[in-house]
């Protein structure tokens, strides 16, 4: 529990949280994107629609959000909606600006897939320290958590689990067996590291 007496994070030192946590995710996807790979969570939603249908990551990744917007301001609350929806418009934006400034002559899928693990953990650690996330459909766990019953880790799950079999239509099934390497990797680095009771500062 953070201590009463602890000073949260002021509004430079989490916008500057959000811009840090933002580009490391974008730089994340840009080399799964990279490699042909995909991801769960919307940002996977996204990667799938942009493969599918020829367009960019992040405008797609930013429309994707929007009705989940309502859902937060509603259940979670105006500061956390605000953030999120800075931090989500961050990393859409950086998703365009850095293939712009950054290329590969050779990316190894599998060694794709463990940087973008490397990468994206620490920046989405940085957006939850600073009381914000990347929207979508951790958003809706919340809301199926405290409205249902039902716990938000299964209702990530499940929605993970069949984006993955989604992609299996579409990508090469040993990439989508190289992307869940990448997605284990970001996850083992938030259950290990997004620890309340060590890290006080809010």
């Known amino acids: 529990m953070r201590d009463p007496a602890t000073p949260r994070h002021s509004a430079f030192e989490d916008f500057q949280g959000l811009v840090f946590g933002a580009a490391l995710c974008a730089f994340g996807v840009f080399i799964l994107t990279s490699a042909g790979l995909v991801t769960g969570q919307t940002a996977g939603l996204a990667v799938l629609v ?49 293939p712009l400034v950054v290329s590969f002559d050779r990316l190894d899928p599998l060694a794709a897939a463990v940087l973008f693990g490397v990468v994206t953990g620490p920046g989405l650690l940085a957006l939850f320290r600073h009381r914000s996330s990347l929207g979508g459909v951790g958003i809706l766990a919340y809301w199926a958590q405290e409205r249902l019953g039902v716990q938000a880790g299964w209702v990530q799950l499940a929605f993970d689990a069949a984006l993955f079999a989604a992609a299996l239509m579409v990508i090469d099934p040993l990439l989508v067996g190289y992307s869940l390497v990448g997605a284990v990797i970001v996850n083992l680095i938030i259950a290990i590291n997004h620890r309340r009771d060590r890290y006080v500062a809010t």
């Open 50 to 98: 942009a493969y599918h249908h020829g367009y960019e990551f992040g405008p797609v990744f930013f429309v994707i959000n929007l009705p989940f917007y309502a859902l937060a301001l509603a259940r979670i609350g105006m500061g956390f909606t605000l953030r999120t929806f800075v931090a989500v418009a961050l990393l859409s934006g950086f998703s365009l600006l850095i």
